[in-house]
Every structure is written in structure tokens, then in C-alpha cells.
T-cell receptor, first 110, second 116 residues
Framework: GNSVTQMEGPVTLSEEAFLTINCTYTATGYPSLFWYVQYPGEGLQLLLKATKADDKGSNKGFEATYRKETTSFHLEKGSVQVSDSAVYFCALGVGGKLIFGQGTTLQVKP | DARVTQTPRHKVTEMGQEVTMRCQPILGHNTVFWYRQTMMQGLELLAYFRNRAPLDDSGMPKDRFSAEMPDATLATLKIQPSEPRDSAVYFC??????????????FGPGTRLLVL
């Protein structure tokens, strides 16, 4: 079936550190892939997306590349800030809906 | 800047009472989703509609939950009777979709429900 697996959190980093949050998926067909971010007390917001293999989504310094050969869509940022502290969700778009991973909490300390 | 709106933002009620949550999707979006978020279960899809028709409500407890879309500008989620285990944040989201694909979903701010 269709599913998404994210690395477990929380991930704790110091400001300006490099971030990677792993996401792998299982899907039939050619899904779209998404990263959403949820700040405390708010709803989810789209961070970036990719619609086909080898596409790279990017926004606010975050990047993720749709890798069909490894069925992955890892989220990266070169230098995190305290304001990046949030919960990050990887999602698979298939069959007219999104399937979300369990979320990874990122804490960035000054 | 078009947004999904949800009311109420917060709701405290007693066990056994009826709870109705409302969502106004972004104008022009044809697909509306209801999610529930808890610490234990994470984000769960409860139900969704396309062009106002219910497509899937398998994530909802059927005996007490109901979801409707009386018109294109309003979606409702009702719990009757409510129970303490229903305490959660309920999110509505909308987007453009077909049976095969979904574009970006836009989430509302959520309704934080506490059932005592």
C-alpha cells in the first residue's frame, strides 16, 4: 500500500547547524511529494513540493529532491535558525489525497 | 490572501454534548478534508469531499461523527454525543484534486476541542 516513513524526533540542533530529516515512501504510480511545517499552535503550511522524479523543491532555504530510485524525499537546510523550530511532515499525494508521515519535531537552540 | 477559516477556534464542552465545527474552504477549491491531530495518534484523515460529494469517511467513528458539505462555502463536522477521547485539534484543509492527483492542500488554523 501507500505509506510514508519519517525519521523519529525530536531532532535538536544548534543554530547554524546543517539539517537533514529523512523521508521514504512506498507508493504505486507516480505520486507527488510534499513537506509541510507546523509551528506551535498553528495549522500545517506547505513548505515545498515536487511532482516528478528528480524534481527539487525549495523554499526558505529548505530543499528536497524527489529520488525515485531510493524512494526518498529528504529535507535539508544548510544553516538552521531558532525560528525553524517546528514539526515537519513529509506527505505523499496519491489517489486524490495526501498521506502524511508521523511528523518530526525540530528544536533549534541558540 | 485566500485562507481556510474554521470556527470556533476553541471549544470546551462536557461529555455527552453535541459539538459542531465549521470550515470555509478557499473559494474555487473542489476538495475539502477533515483531519484530527492528537499527541498519541498524530494526524488522522477523518473524511473528505470532492465537489461537495463525500468520498471517504472511513477514518471517522460512524456512530458519533458526521461530516457534511451543505454548500461549496461550508463544511461541517459534528460529534454527537461527544466523549473525552474526542479531545484533539480538528483541522480542515482544501485544495484542487481529481481521483488520481491532489495539488497542495491548504490548512485552516484548527479547532481545539476539549471534552470534559
Amino acid at each position: 500500500g501507500n505509506s510514508v516513513t519519517q525519521m523519529e524526533g525530536p531532532v535538536t540542533l544548534s543554530e547554524e547547524a546543517f539539517l537533514t530529516i529523512n523521508c521514504t515512501y512506498t507508493a504505486t504510480g507516480y505520486p507527488s511529494l510534499f513537506w509541510y511545517v507546523q509551528y506551535p499552535g498553528e495549522g500545517l503550511q506547505l513548505l515545498l513540493k515536487a511532482t516528478k522524479a528528480d524534481d527539487k523543491g525549495s523554499n526558505k532555504g529548505f530543499e528536497a529532491t524527489y529520488r525515485k530510485e531510493t524512494t526518498s524525499f529528504h529535507l535539508e537546510k544548510g544553516s538552521v535558525q531558532v525560528s525553524d523550530s517546528a514539526v515537519y511532515f513529509c506527505a505523499l499525494g496519491v489517489g486524490g489525497k495526501l498521506i502524511f508521515g508521523q511528523g518530526t519535531t525540530l528544536q533549534v537552540k541558540p | 490572501d485566500a485562507r481556510v477559516t474554521q470556527t470556533p477556534r476553541h471549544k470546551v464542552t462536557e461529555m455527552g454534548q453535541e459539538v459542531t465545527m465549521r470550515c470555509q474552504p478557499i473559494l474555487g477549491h473542489n476538495t475539502v478534508f477533515w483531519y484530527r491531530q492528537t499527541m498519541m495518534q498524530g494526524l488522522e484523515l477523518l473524511a473528505y469531499f470532492r465537489n461537495r460529494a463525500p468520498l471517504d469517511d472511513s477514518g471517522m467513528p460512524k456512530d458519533r461523527f458526521s461530516a457534511e458539505m451543505p454548500d461549496a462555502t461550508l463544511a461541517t463536522l459534528k460529534i454527537q454525543p461527544s466523549e473525552p477521547r474526542d479531545s484533539a485539534v480538528y483541522f480542515c484543509a482544501s485544495g484542487h484534486g481529481t481521483s488520481k492527483s491532489i495539488e497542495t492542500q491548504y490548512f485552516g488554523p484548527g479547532t481545539r476541542l476539549l471534552v470534559l
